[in-house]
């Protein structure tokens, strides 16, 4: 593994620009991607890996609504993984697999995603 070249100008402008948009713990995360970096391409990779999850996260939520707005999908009113009756949100897990949802509730859905 190759250090990161933080004297390439272009690099380190990026890499400014990352403490001005990201809060710090996204930050942490950025840098940590950025020391396992095998080349300078790395932050490109980073930005167009995020920005897809995230339009297709987009998407998949939306289809989760259309779904339910069409009476094709039920939401569920307990959560998969507490099993309390509360109000619940879908889980993906994997965001392609748009009705392969859970249905957890806030406090789970929080922490499901601080693990992964
Ligand atoms: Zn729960
Ligand atoms: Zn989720």
Known sequence: M????????????????????????LRAQYIETLEDADDQYALFRYH??????????KSARNAVRYAISMGRLQRSDICSECGRRV?????????????????????CHVDKHRVS
């Open 87 to 107: 109000k619940v949100e879908a889980h993906h897990l994997d965001y392609k697999k748009r009705f392969e949802i859970t249905w957890l509730c806030r406090d």
């Open 48 to 57: 167009s890996s995020k920005r897809k999850q995230q339009s297709l996260r």
């Open 2 to 25: 190759t250090d990161f070249n933080w004297h390439n100008p272009k690099l380190r402008k990026l890499a400014e620009q990352i403490t001005i948009f990201f809060p710090a713990k």
